[in-house]
């Protein structure tokens, strides 16, 4: 399963290395978003760095709408479901191998984002241990339920507008649990930061568990 | 080999299949024939375990596709309209994971590729790029490296040129020869009752006739 899941991940991965839409479209369309909402509050320095945390997940999950559409309009292509369905992967491989793809990808874009908000946000670190831990649990959870809803809408005709309609209210959680974790790691609140972690990681495994159940008859229904 | 029975199959709520009886040996080339819409194409995706046969009984490679549509999916090779090609890939690329799925190594995918006389210099072009003939030998190549015990094609010439055609037809004798079954679907009479050893005709989603060629 794993060697099959690797091998998915692989492929999802070259396709972006030939193509770098995350590195040239998606992730300055976060930058972009950052900066729009620097000039929306008047660069109050003070607001900003309140608000640094939410916004950084903020554009971390419409940069990762764009990521997870693209990564099943490829399979739409050409009659690539049908050659992913021939090539005797498990479902299961084919669920966790995208989904390792998209958490390299929205690991990049975390990366260009966090530097965003250094910039433009004068962001500082207390907890660099708590900010990396909730940053992959933050990402996992993306990564996970955005393959299960990316294939979830793939089937359908009006996927680009479906997909963040069923992917943003499920992952409301994960933006709260990401905001308070960041805040705690960049010293805004005192908040239980490692508590919002772990619910984070908690998302993650329920994801997980629902997409090797739900992956099988979504890629052969869909 | 294949061994339907009344199989019927739904397109939707309107049945693209409507009871078919087809029976398939090991080694056969059978060319499936019929206006649009007799469901030649659905006949080769039920086969393939892509469209669920819903009623009677269907046997690919002695597995009941009722029961379980993925275990054979490994042992079968399909052309469909579509070339199944990453746009954005490399030619090597897809070859390469197209022969990793199914554990093929570097030696068999630079055969492939010789079979299907595509020159080197293409590896490091993403397939968006090449002609339609082209992105149609690619995908003949990366159908040779599974090593198919069934062969599924829909109007397999289509995109290529003269040369092509020629390399295609040789291909399925040959696979024909060393024991795999193919069945095709194309609407170049003469060129695929060449290939072919039996013809079936479908209509309504139905066998209408079935005969042997010379």
Redesign the interface.
Same mark, same amino acid.
């Given at each position: 399963m794993w060697r099959?899941a690797l091998?998915v991940a692989?492929?999802d991965l070259?396709?972006e290395l030939?193509?770098r839409v995350t590195i040239t479209q998606v992730a300055p369309l976060g930058v972009l978003i950052l900066v729009v909402f620097a000039f929306a509050f008047n660069a109050n320095a003070v607001l900003l760095a309140q608000g640094a945390a939410g916004l950084y997940w903020v554009a971390v999950m419409f940069g990762a709408v764009l990521i997870i559409q693209r990564a099943f309009d490829?399979e739409g292509?050409?009659?690539?479901q049908?050659?992913l369905?021939?090539?005797?992967?498990q479902p299961g491989s084919i669920f966790l191998g995208k989904a390792m793809a998209l958490a390299v990808q929205l690991l990049v874009l975390q990366t260009v984002l966090w530097v965003g908000l250094v910039v433009f946000f004068d962001v500082g670190v207390v907890d660099w241990p708590l900010l990396g831990c909730a940053g992959l649990a933050g990402t996992s959870t993306i990564a996970v339920c955005g393959t299960l809803y990316g294939a979830l809408a793939a089937g359908v005709s009006v996927r680009d507008t479906l997909l963040p309609l069923l992917l943003l209210p499920v992952l409301a959680p994960a933006l709260l649990a990401g905001t308070r974790a960041f805040e705690a790691a960049t010293g805004v609140t005192t908040d239980a930061g490692w508590n919002w972690t772990g619910l984070l990681f908690v998302m993650t495994a329920v994801y997980t568990v629902a997409g090797l159940a739900a992956f099988g008859p979504l890629v052969?229904d869909g | 080999m294949i061994g339907f029975e009344g199989a019927v199959a739904l397109m939707g709520r309107f049945p693209a299949l409507a009871g078919v009886d087809l029976m398939v040996s090991a080694g056969e080339r059978v060319l499936l024939q019929g206006p649009n819409g007799a469901g030649k194409t659905s006949l080769l995706r039920a086969v @393939?375990g892509?469209l669920p046969v819903v009623a009677g009984t269907a046997e690919v490679l002695g597995q009941d596709l009722r029961a379980d549509?993925?275990g054979v999916?490994?042992h079968?090779g399909?052309l469909?309209?579509?070339?199944?090609?990453?746009?954005?890939?490399?030619v090597r690329?897809h070859m390469r994971?197209?022969a990793? @799925?199914?554990g093929a190594d570097a030696q068999e995918v630079a055969r492939a590729m010789e079979l299907v006389e595509l020159p080197s210099r293409l590896w490091r072009v993403?397939t968006r790029r090449l002609s339609a003939g082209q992105r149609r030998r690619v995908a003949l190549a990366a159908l040779l490296v599974r090593r198919p015990r069934l062969w599924l094609l829909d109007e397999p010439h289509a995109g290529l040129d003269a040369r092509g055609r020629d390399v295609l037809d040789n291909l399925l004798l040959e696979a024909s020869s060393a024991g795999a079954t193919v069945v095709f679907a194309s609407h170049e009479v003469e060129r695929a009752q060449a290939v072919a050893d039996r013809v079936v005709d479908l209509g309504g989603g139905r066998v209408v006739g079935d005969r042997r060629v010379a």
């Amino acid at each position: 399963m794993w060697r099959d899941a690797l091998l998915v991940a692989g492929k999802d991965l070259r396709i972006e290395l030939r193509a770098r839409v995350t590195i040239t479209q998606v992730a300055p369309l976060g930058v972009l978003i950052l900066v729009v909402f620097a000039f929306a509050f008047n660069a109050n320095a003070v607001l900003l760095a309140q608000g640094a945390a939410g916004l950084y997940w903020v554009a971390v999950m419409f940069g990762a709408v764009l990521i997870i559409q693209r990564a099943f309009d490829v399979e739409g292509d050409d009659g690539n479901q049908d050659a992913l369905r021939l090539s005797g992967f498990q479902p299961g491989s084919i669920f966790l191998g995208k989904a390792m793809a998209l958490a390299v990808q929205l690991l990049v874009l975390q990366t260009v984002l966090w530097v965003g908000l250094v910039v433009f946000f004068d962001v500082g670190v207390v907890d660099w241990p708590l900010l990396g831990c909730a940053g992959l649990a933050g990402t996992s959870t993306i990564a996970v339920c955005g393959t299960l809803y990316g294939a979830l809408a793939a089937g359908v005709s009006v996927r680009d507008t479906l997909l963040p309609l069923l992917l943003l209210p499920v992952l409301a959680p994960a933006l709260l649990a990401g905001t308070r974790a960041f805040e705690a790691a960049t010293g805004v609140t005192t908040d239980a930061g490692w508590n919002w972690t772990g619910l984070l990681f908690v998302m993650t495994a329920v994801y997980t568990v629902a997409g090797l159940a739900a992956f099988g008859p979504l890629v052969e229904d869909g | 080999m294949i061994g339907f029975e009344g199989a019927v199959a739904l397109m939707g709520r309107f049945p693209a299949l409507a009871g078919v009886d087809l029976m398939v040996s090991a080694g056969e080339r059978v060319l499936l024939q019929g206006p649009n819409g007799a469901g030649k194409t659905s006949l080769l995706r039920a086969v @393939a375990g892509l469209l669920p046969v819903v009623a009677g009984t269907a046997e690919v490679l002695g597995q009941d596709l009722r029961a379980d549509r993925r275990g054979v999916r490994r042992h079968i090779g399909m052309l469909g309209h579509d070339n199944h090609l990453y746009a954005d890939l490399w030619v090597r690329d897809h070859m390469r994971f197209r022969a990793a @799925a199914v554990g093929a190594d570097a030696q068999e995918v630079a055969r492939a590729m010789e079979l299907v006389e595509l020159p080197s210099r293409l590896w490091r072009v993403p397939t968006r790029r090449l002609s339609a003939g082209q992105r149609r030998r690619v995908a003949l190549a990366a159908l040779l490296v599974r090593r198919p015990r069934l062969w599924l094609l829909d109007e397999p010439h289509a995109g290529l040129d003269a040369r092509g055609r020629d390399v295609l037809d040789n291909l399925l004798l040959e696979a024909s020869s060393a024991g795999a079954t193919v069945v095709f679907a194309s609407h170049e009479v003469e060129r695929a009752q060449a290939v072919a050893d039996r013809v079936v005709d479908l209509g309504g989603g139905r066998v209408v006739g079935d005969r042997r060629v010379a």
